[in-house]
C-alpha cells in the first residue's frame, strides 16, 4: 500500500468547512484512497473513498487531485461531534488489509 | 441494533494467563478482521478470516488464534499473556463485492490490562 502523509493535527471552528489534507504520491493506479475516524476510545468509522473522481456522500466529500498524489476529506459543517482523528489510507482495491497510519487530530473549536 | 459487537469490553487479567475476546457482526459480511490499537495509538491488522476461512495473518505470536465457528463471529484467543499484550483490540468487517472490498466496520474494542 501507498504510504500517505498527513498533518498531525489541525483546528477548525464549529460550523465551518473541515478540510484536512492528505498527500498519496507513490499511489499506484489500483489503490483506492479510504477515509476514516476513530472519535476518542471508539472503533474507527469508516467515512468515504475513492479511486479517481471526487466523491460526496451523507458525511463528507472526497476530493482527489487529477494526478491523485493527493486528496482532501472536506466536512462541510463541521460539529463538536466531528473532533476526532481522521485517517487516510491508500490501499488496493481488494484492500482486506488496512495500513493505518498516525492520522491528523481534529479539533473542532466552538 | 449493533452491527458488531465485542465483549467484554474490558479484560484486566494477570501474566500467563490465557483469555478469550469475542466478536459477532449482524450485517451479513463475509470476512472479519481484528485489529491490535497499542499504547502509542497506532492501530495494526493482526487476522482476517472470509467465510470462515484465514486470509491474513500477521506476524502475530502464534499465541493468539483466532477462531471463526461461523461467518458472523471470529473469536480471539490468547494463550500465557504477556505485559506486552496490553492494548486495545478491535474486530471488524466487511463485505465482499464485485470482487473488492469497501468500507469496514469496526466494534467498540476490548481494552486488555495485563498485569
Known amino acids: 500500500d501507498a504510504k500517505t502523509t498527513q498533518p498531525t493535527s489541525m483546528d477548525c471552528a464549529e460550523g465551518r468547512a473541515a478540510n484536512l489534507p492528505c498527500n498519496h504520491s507513490?499511489?499506484?493506479?489500483?489503490?483506492?484512497v479510504y477515509w476514516y475516524r476513530q472519535i476518542h476510545s471508539q472503533g474507527p468509522q469508516y467515512i468515504i473513498h475513492g479511486l479517481k473522481n471526487n466523491e460526496t456522500n451523507e458525511m463528507a466529500s472526497l476530493i482527489i487531485t487529477e494526478d491523485r498524489k493527493s486528496s482532501t476529506l472536506i466536512l462541510p459543517h463541521a460539529t463538536l461531534r466531528d473532533t476526532a482523528v481522521y485517517y487516510c489510507i491508500a490501499g488496493k482495491t481488494g484492500n482486506e488489509k488496512l495500513t493505518f497510519g498516525t492520522g491528523t487530530r481534529l479539533t473542532i473549536i466552538p | 441494533d449493533t452491527a458488531v459487537s465485542q465483549t467484554p469490553k474490558y479484560l484486566v487479567t494477570q501474566m500467563g494467563n490465557d483469555k478469550s475476546i469475542k466478536c459477532e457482526q449482524n450485517l451479513g459480511h463475509d470476512t472479519m478482521y481484528w485489529y491490535k490499537q497499542d499504547s502509542k495509538k497506532f492501530l495494526k491488522i493482526m487476522f482476517s478470516?472470509?467465510?470462515?476461512?484465514?486470509?491474513i495473518n500477521e506476524t502475530v505470536p502464534n499465541r493468539f488464534s483466532p477462531k471463526s465457528p461461523d461467518k458472523a463471529h471470529l473469536n480471539l484467543h490468547i494463550n500465557s499473556l504477556e505485559l506486552g499484550d496490553s492494548a486495545v483490540y478491535f474486530c471488524?468487517?466487511?463485505?465482499?463485492?464485485?470482487?473488492?472490498?469497501?468500507?469496514?466496520?469496526f466494534g467498540p474494542g476490548t481494552r486488555l490490562t495485563v498485569t
Open positions: 478470516y472470509n467465510n470462515k476461512e484465514l486470509i
Open positions: 471488524a468487517s466487511s463485505q465482499l463485492r464485485g470482487g473488492r472490498f469497501y468500507e469496514q466496520y
Open positions: 507513490t499511489i499506484s493506479g489500483n489503490e483506492y
